[in-house]
């Protein structure tokens, strides 16, 4: 959710507070309603969805149900009380502060702030009490996971690292000259609380694309848009049919751009290949003379003077032949060097032969390649984007397949197991790794799903069996999302420190099941 659409939402919001607060309902883990009645009398819900990776916060009619279902729900439910007082945003950024005044009783509560941290895949939910010390979180980060800040109980709240960006309620339009000649898109690094869909939206409103380059005219088409958006963020306006074609046509030459490119540098690379092919034909010739010299030096080896480093002989055909010599050598071994350059250079001169019309037809595949990516339409550019190339490069560890038929990745060393922990998992994948022994790291290619229990036995075995407990009866697996495992600073390839684990006891054998890809 992005900065000003939070903006405008607070907006309204605070048209009705400060409200009464008529109760908290929890929809599920990661959500939170507080049922509010607002100065005009109106009843709605503040809805906040929480957890990654797409948190939202949103204002909605109606009743919604739910009792707290974690921990940090029911300290929510006992303490976040009384009227909402309150409800700001840390500058345009995607951080709303919500200010309870709590309430009197038998028992009184204390005010309490709730912060909600919309930032995707680091959102996050805190409770704070009056003084910003952290009362409880949602998703505990320690310094472990997060060098800047720690957001555990106990702590005073320390909100995201500030940056500076021009304010879209306050800029004038020559704040926005650092973006003259420069693509629309990075708007959003200039402007706060415009992310990439309201930059979308922003381009949509001044009759632009994403990738045109500003000028005089468009820069003041900019401003005026961004003033527009700041009253009323609503992604709702409609392209024109020629904005339409200009941006499915951007698109498609963005798509395009990258898959020519690769295939370009492919074709470059087989071009320079024929190149050599045909120097090493070329060079037949100079093996011909090679052993021309070889078979003269043997027939006049009493001409030859010892130590010379070159010597002219009578040539077969009556004409003078001049040989160069390594001095240190006999010339019946400088004539067996002379044999050897020859035979270098007739083997590669065959493997030419054979290799010429086979890369000539891999270019001309290429080219065929290139032209037909040419004139693909945007369905078939998308297909191409997400379909994998095989065969690029070795693959990396070794790869099976549990009994639901998710894939398994097995590091085979240390760069492996680096490789595919911290580049290639998928963050929701799971991460396997035999208990306080060197071992390989497993990733089960879950992306997400649940497996079932066979498949997470199927990939602790394999960490069992691809560590130092291999042939043990019981072996301690610890598995855990990709997501709670990291490197910390400074550490070898391989080197991790992980979070949010269970553990299975397995055999150190190879499971049976599955198979091996």
Do not use: C
Request: aromatic share 6%; proline share 7%; glycine share 8%.
């Amino acid at each position: 959710m992005e900065g000003l659409l939070i903006h405008a939402l607070l907006r309204e919001l605070a048209l009705e507070l400060p409200a009464q607060n008529l109760g908290l309902a929890f929809p599920d883990e990661g959500s939170l309603a507080v049922l509010l009645k607002g100065r005009s009398g109106r009843i709605f819900n503040l809805v906040l969805r929480y957890r990654p990776p797409s948190p939202s916060l949103v204002l909605e009619e109606g009743t919604l149900l739910g009792e707290p279902k974690t921990p940090f729900q029911r300290q929510l439910w006992a303490r976040a009380k009384g009227p909402l007082m309150k409800a700001e945003q840390v500058k345009l950024d995607r951080v709303v502060l919500l200010r309870f005044a709590g309430e009197q009783g038998f028992v009184d509560t204390p005010p309490a702030t709730l912060v909600f941290e919309a930032t995707g895949r680091n959102a996050n939910l805190l409770l704070l009490d009056e003084a910003g010390r952290i009362l409880g979180v949602d998703r505990v980060i320690t310094q472990e996971v997060n060098r800047y800040r720690e957001l555990r109980p106990g702590l005073p709240y320390t909100p995201p690292p500030p940056y500076e960006k021009l304010d879209p309620r306050t800029l004038k339009a020559e704040d926005l000259r650092p973006l003259l000649g420069r693509p629309l898109k990075e708007v959003v690094r200039h402007v706060d609380g415009v992310g990439l869909e309201l930059m979308r939206e922003l381009a949509r409103r001044a009759g632009l694309t994403p990738e045109t380059p500003l000028d005089e005219a468009a820069l003041e088409r900019v401003f005026q848009a961004l003033k527009g958006l700041v009253e009323d963020p609503a992604l709702r306006t409609a392209l024109t049919e020629e904005l339409r074609a200009k941006w499915a046509e951007e698109e498609k030459e963005a798509l395009r751009k990258p898959l020519l490119e690769a295939l370009e540098r492919e074709r470059k690379t087989l071009l320079a290949r024929l190149a050599d092919y045909q120097r090493a034909l070329d060079r037949l010739e100079e093996a011909a003379a090679l052993r021309q010299k070889a078979d003269l030096l043997l027939a006049r080896l009493k001409e030859v003077p010892k130590g010379a480093e070159k010597v002219v002989l009578e040539g077969f055909d009556g004409k003078p032949v001049e040989v160069a010599l390594d001095p240190t050598l006999s010339p019946q071994e400088n004539a067996k060097k002379l044999y050897e350059r020859a035979r270098r250079l007739e083997a590669l001169a065959e493997r030419a032969l054979d290799l010429i019309p086979k890369t000539e037809a891999k270019v001309q595949a290429l080219e065929g390649e290139m032209a037909r990516l040419r004139q693909a339409d945007l369905a078939e550019l998308l297909a191409l984007t997400r379909k994998p190339r095989e065969g690029k490069g070795p693959k990396v560890g070794l790869r099976y397949t549990s009994p639901s038929g998710f894939a398994v990745w097995v590091g085979r060393n240390a760069k492996e197991n680096d490789l595919l922990t911290t580049r290639m998992a998928h963050s929701e994948d799971l991460w396997f790794h035999a208990q306080g022994v060197p071992g390989s790291h497993v990733i089960l290619k879950t992306e997400g799903k649940n497996p079932t229990l066979d498949d997470l036995l199927f990939a602790a075995k394999l960490a069992a069996y691809y560590s130092k407990a291999r042939g043990e009866t019981q072996v301690p697996v610890d598995y855990t999302r990709k997501k709670h495992v990291w490197r910390p600073r400074k550490a070898a390839p391989g080197q991790v420190l992980y979070t949010h684990a269970k553990t299975l006891f397995v055999e150190g054998a190879l499971p049976q099941e599955g198979g091996e890809g």
